[in-house]
T-cell receptor
């Protein structure tokens, strides 16, 4: 059990640029989740995958956001045309099933200049 | 959606002191997790506790699901206990987090 891995740990970019984050879940965890955490707040749910199927997207995810999990293993979260309000910590979690606890990665901290 | 309220919002402790953090939630939940977020932003699982009491070293937690609250106890606090403690409840598959309790332990 090597834990949930997220890359990069930090990303600084200019407003208007596209960014992509990667999440590698714990092996054999077929549930994968993305959350976003802004300063001083708890994480908020963004989206959920069961294997390669994306089963729910929060209304927090505008059309500029897209997430994929092509082979049911790693996942990517892409933000197009970044805005100042996208600055946050993006957290990925995985679990072997919906009744088991979710385990979180160390997150990707995004800063928009 | 479900509401999760944590209290107190901030807590300052002298090293060695004991404390209790509270989490109230507004509806029935499938389970509840407590996390510690350290100063580097890492979210560490503390407890998975849909009901009952669990202990792990100096930490223990109790969830009374029928009354919709959970408590986290920190005993003999250490400076390494500093950080933000989050309660998160699961409805279906997604976690809903409270705003957290920021704990500062002074030497």
């Amino acid at each position: 059990d090597t834990g949930v891995s997220q890359n990069p740990r930090h990303k600084i970019t200019k407003r208007g640029q596209n960014v992509t984050f990667r999440c590698d879940p714990i092996s054999e965890h077929n549930r994968l989740y993305w959350y976003r955490q802004t300063l001083g707040q708890g994480p908020e749910f963004l989206t959920y995958f069961q294997n390669e199927a994306q089963l729910e997207k929060s209304r927090l995810l505008s059309d500029r956001f897209s997430a994929e999990r092509p082979k049911g293993s790693f996942s990517t979260l892409e933000i197009q045309r970044t805005e100042q309000g996208d600055s946050a910590m993006y957290l990925c979690a995985s679990s072997p099933g919906t009744v088991q606890p979710q385990h979180f990665g160390d997150g990707t901290r995004l800063s928009i200049l | 959606g479900i509401q999760v309220e944590q209290s107190p919002p901030d807590l300052i402790l002298q090293e060695g002191a004991n404390s209790t953090l509270r989490c109230n939630f507004s509806d029935s939940v499938n389970n509840l997790q407590w996390f510690h977020q350290n100063p580097w932003g890492q979210l560490i699982n503390l407890f998975y506790i849909p009901s009952g009491t669990k202990q792990n070293g100096r930490l223990s937690a109790t969830t009374v699901a029928t009354e919709r609250y959970s408590l986290l106890y920190i005993s003999s606090s250490q400076t390494t206990d500093s950080g933000v403690y989050f309660c998160a409840v699961r409805v279906d598959y997604k976690l809903s987090f409270g705003a957290g309790t920021t704990v500062t332990v002074r030497a």
